[in-house]
């Protein structure tokens, strides 16, 4: 159901593909129904297994904490593959040190980060297809379990050769003129072509539009495109500061208030007393913290610049 796959789960279980299709057949025949039919390369569900798989799994997931629970953890032996969903941003503000961590605490453990072009946040939590979700807009359910992960107040970032905003007299980390925010072309991320975000409201309040000249699914493409344009876009901070010298883009402040957006990690309440999901959960908060420390130097030292 997960896996979509025969193979893939045969290596997730540690059957070969034949058994697992004999396995597949037994239950075709005991429950009179092809369960899963071959689409392409994928292996799509019948109604009868869509309508069995959320029972099915959760008693699976009783027995394997039931058997789990009695055992020592040690991330050092533990050998289990864990999947989080969350952006592009996500993936270069902490990814790289979470790999990092587990390569040496923990090198039976494979990582994996898909984003929300997988399906719905509750569905693939549902199904176990992902342990951790991080998001800002999820309306959690009550079978999910959730923790504060990050703050993320939003800039506007340019090239740092913007002619307009160089023209205008405005110094990096300084708010852009309302007349000139809404007269330059924007770049915007979004996963489902909706070109609205945070800044269209808060545009809306005081009478005022922009133009949006550019969409793309990825926060870093949009990063990416704003620095070689001379198009704006905006971002959360932390994402600004990791980004900004590297591709050479100015930050500066938005003409209007932007409500930040607080940023969870969500997991099925199955896995509240599982240890290792445990531990994955406390390595993330981990690099958390360990990230924010960083971004609250990098500021201290350009505010000392600006103050020299």
């Known amino acids: 159901m997960r896996e979509r796959s025969v193979t893939r789960a045969g290596d997730q279980i540690g059957l070969s593909q ?21 689409r392409g390369n994928d292996m799509i569900p019948t109604p009868r297994a869509l309508e069995l798989g959320s029972s099915v799994r959760e008693a699976l997931g009783t027995i394997e904490f039931a058997l789990r629970k009695r055992k020592q953890f040690d991330p050092a032996t533990i050998q289990r593959r864990f999947t989080l969903l969350g952006s592009d941003v996500f993936s270069l503000m902490m990814m790289p040190a979470l790999s990092s961590r587990f390569a040496d605490e923990a090198p039976g453990v494979s990582l994996q ?23 800002a807009e999820f309306e959690a359910p009550d079978w999910t379990s ?27 980390r300084e708010m852009l003129p309302l007349d000139l925010f809404c007269q330059l072309h924007h770049a915007v991320r979004s996963l489902d072509g909706k070109v609205k975000c945070i800044v269209d409201p808060a545009l809306a309040k005081v009478g005022r539009r922009r133009h949006v000249a550019l969409v793309l699914p990825h926060t870093l493409g949009v990063a990416l495109a704003t620095a070689r344009s001379h198009h704006v876009a905006t971002v959360p901070l932390q994402f600004a500061e990791l980004v900004a010298a590297n591709l ?14 607080d940023i969870k990690m969500f997991w099925h309440a199955r896995h509240d007393g599982d240890t290792g999901h445990q531990w994955l959960r406390q390595q993330i908060v981990q690099v958390r913290d360990e990230f924010e420390q960083k971004m609250r130097h990098r500021f201290d030292t350009v505010r000392q610049r600006r103050i020299a």
């Not at 058994?19 to 009179?32: C, G, M, N, Q, W």
């Not at 504060?148 to 913007?162: G, K, Q, T």
């Open 248 to 261: 050479g883009l100015q930050i500066y402040e938005s003409p209007v208030p932007l409500p930040a957006s």
């Open 146 to 172: 959730s923790a504060h992960l990050l703050h993320a107040p939003y800039v506007v970032v340019a090239s740092s050769h913007h002619p307009r905003i160089a023209g205008a007299g405005i110094a990096p």
């Open 18 to 38: 034949p058994a697992v299709s004999a396995a597949l057949k037994r239950l075709r025949e005991i429950l009179d129904d092809q369960l899963f039919i071959r």
């Open 113 to 135: 980060l898909v984003d929300n072009a997988w399906g719905g946040i509750e569905r693939l939590l549902q199904e176990d297809a992902v342990d951790i979700a991080i998001d």
